[in-house]
């Protein structure tokens, strides 16, 4: 029978340990001895594997700050620029500016162009010895003249035609802008920020340039104006520059047919102009639209109101107003006109009758 010992026990020639291992050739001592060496060795180990990722995480956090500050400074980068195109827009290529200089722009090509002359009157002496004060296109050779009011046309013309493109070029870029506010984002908008800036400063160089060019400007002068050679040796220093005049619009609410005679009355939108001589043509129309082959006259006219007579009752006539071409007029292609259809007699009748009781 066993004997019980404190803490051990014997079973055929082996002890067992209270954690149940077998005790042969003190295996179960060394295991108690590594226990203190393990655990210290997995502590070292532990705190180890703790130092690199404790490394790792402070690259992987300064790489992160380093890139929300990258990423904070194009973000403000983008903003600033994108302002400044929004500013541009808002300030010299806003809608309400375009659609004013448009404005402008349709309103200069109904005006007549000129020719003005400096000075207008000049001091000659005659062979007699006398003196006398002409006028200055009376020392002008008129074929000089002519060819001056040739260059003044044609200037006029190349004028209209800038300011034309010019406009269409400014309204093209407002479009390019707006749609590269709308669409890009912020990586697309930075990369292409030179090319951006190079449109902008295109499109201020082109509104620079848009305002003279509303201005009727200077007409230079080749050629001797002055040939008579009595006048020669005076070589009078003559200016030419082109000006303009309003054009000449109908008064619809004014204008009005009868029967056989018709009122008509214009205007011009510059309230300084007097009155100036006009002509007034007259056609009829048949089918609303087509001139009745021979019947067209011209009207001379000194006022802004004409009384037309020996019209046809039920006609349907078309009425252009005009300045007058005088010595110094250069170019002018648009006319205002007005369509009107005289009464026939029923209807004549009938205004008469309706008049006579209302009074």
């Known amino acids: 029978m066993a004997t019980r010992t404190s803490g051990t026990a014997e079973t055929g020639g082996s002890r067992l340990c209270p954690c149940g291992s077998l005790l042969r050739s003190g295996l179960c001592r060394e295991k108690r001895a590594l226990k203190p060496a393990y655990g210290e060795a997995a502590q070292q180990l532990s705190f180890g594997i703790m130092a690199v990722n404790w490394n790792e995480f402070e690259s992987s956090s300064e790489s992160t700050a380093h890139s929300r500050e990258d990423g904070s400074a194009s973000w403000e980068q983008y903003l600033e620029r994108r302002n400044l195109v929004l500013q541009f827009l808002h300030s010299d290529l806003s809608l309400h500016h375009l659609h004013h200089q448009r404005k402008k722009a349709e309103l200069l090509k109904k005006c007549c162009f000129y020719l003005e002359i400096e000075p207008k009157h000049m001091t000659v002496r005659e062979h007699n010895l006398q003196v006398r004060r002409i006028d200055i296109l009376e020392l002008i050779d008129p074929i000089q003249w002519e060819r001056m009011k040739q260059v003044g046309k044609k200037q006029t013309e ?41 449109r902008l400063s295109k499109l201020s160089e082109f509104m620079e340039t848009l305002i003279p060019l509303q201005v009727p400007g200077q007409v230079y002068v080749k050629h001797r104006l002055v040939t008579r050679a009595e006048l020669t040796y005076i070589n009078p220093i003559i200016r030419l520059s082109l000006s303009t005049k309003m054009p000449l619009i109908f008064d619809r609410e004014e204008s009005f047919a009868h029967k056989d005679w018709a009122k008509l009355k214009w205007f011009d939108e510059n309230p300084e102009s007097g009155v100036e001589q006009c002509e007034l043509q007259i056609k009829i129309l048949t089918n609303g639209s087509q001139a009745e082959a021979g019947y067209s006259r011209l009207q001379p006219v000194s006022s802004n109101v004409c009384i037309v007579q020996d019209l046809q009752p039920g006609r349907s006539y078309e009425f252009t107003i005009r300045r007058s071409c005088t010595h110094t007029f250069v170019f002018g292609d648009w006319h205002d006109s007005i369509t009107l259809k005289t009464k026939t007699d029923a209807v004549e009748d009938v205004d008469s009758s309706t008049w006579t009781l209302e009074g």
Request: proline content about 0%.
């Open 158 to 198: 190349i004028q209209l035609l800038l300011l034309t493109e010019l406009l269409e070029q400014l309204e093209r870029g407002r479009e390019e802008l707006n749609c590269c506010i709308e669409t890009c984002d912020m990586k697309t908008f930075l990369s292409g920020w030179d090319r951006i800036m190079q």
